[in-house]
């Protein structure tokens, strides 16, 4: 959904937590307050024995639901994350290995590799979206270059140039699924956002509905609920995108490869 896009990647997760929270138990409270004004019977609690019947089912429903959603976007990021590291991870592997060749061809595969680091980590706000810079493009075809025009002089030199086109391979692999990962995340789609919130409000609605004629404990259980509601909330939103985000994956794998091929400072 682009209103939840938006939200992830413009309004700061604590402020999401504390307004949801802020929203939903003071809308819940409101609702709560009218009711027991308009509806004097409810505070009597004749109307508890139903509820408990049907408040557990609706809460377990409630609770599967969510966690089953939740469990599958966090394996979404990981899986995202997986695939950073992967092409982290290969570039790393390049750059170790770039030394067993002359100190000509080192210096070319220390250029070419400091350069796609430094355009893949800068084109990381584009790239979470889907989208690819040229920049990063022409670094990643300047990077397959340069070990396409490597003549092994030993067999040393040949295995290490088979073992890093392989290498290679493996990192631009990752980098076209972490784009297309990137560009098909759209986020739960909307029939299982009014799911949730469906059973968000369910889940509110019944427990509002325990009659207490003590209005402080009444208030305080429901108000307990409506934080729980808010942070389930909270955790489907900022985890449906797994590129954005203060909880999405980073481009630290990137940065590292830049920082290991930097000159010391």
Not at 23 to 41: M, N, Y
Not at 64 to 92: P, S
Not at 108 to 123: D, N
Not at 151 to 177: G, H, I, V, W
């Amino acid at each position: 959904m682009a209103v939840t896009r938006w939200i992830v990647i413009n309004v700061p997760s604590s402020l999401l937590l504390a307004g949801l929270v802020v929203v939903i138990a003071g809308g819940t409270a409101v609702a709560q307050a009218f009711v027991r004004r308009r509806v004097p019977r409810i505070k009597q609690g004749k109307q508890n024995e139903i509820a408990q019947f049907l408040f557990p089912v609706i809460a377990v429903v409630y609770g599967f639901l969510i966690g089953f959603i939740v469990l599958a976007l966090w394996g979404q990021v990981n899986t995202a994350d997986q695939t950073t590291r992967t092409e982290g991870a290969m570039a790393t592997q390049l750059a170790r290995g770039r030394d067993v060749f002359g100190k000509a061809e080192s210096a070319r595969i220390r250029q070419s590799l400091l350069a796609y680091g430094r355009a893949a980590a800068a084109e990381w706000p584009s790239a979470a979206a889907g989208d690819t810079t040229p920049e990063a493009e022409n670094a990643l075809n300047r990077l397959h270059s340069t070990y396409e025009s490597i003549q092994p002089r030993n067999d040393t030199q040949r295995a290490f140039l088979a073992s890093s086109l392989a290498s290679l391979k493996d990192m631009s692999l990752a980098r076209t699924e972490r784009l297309l990962e990137a560009r098909t995340n759209i986020g739960p789609p909307l029939s299982l956002w009014m799911a949730v919130l469906l059973t968000s409000g369910l889940v509110l609605g019944f427990s509002a509905t325990f009659g207490s004629e003590q209005a402080l404990i009444h208030y305080g259980m429901v108000a307990a609920v409506s934080v729980l509601v808010a942070t389930n909330l909270f955790l489907v939103t900022e985890l449906s995108y797994a590129y954005l985000g203060e909880f999405a994956t980073s481009p630290e794998p990137l940065r590292a490869v830049v920082e290991a091929l930097s000159p010391p400072r």
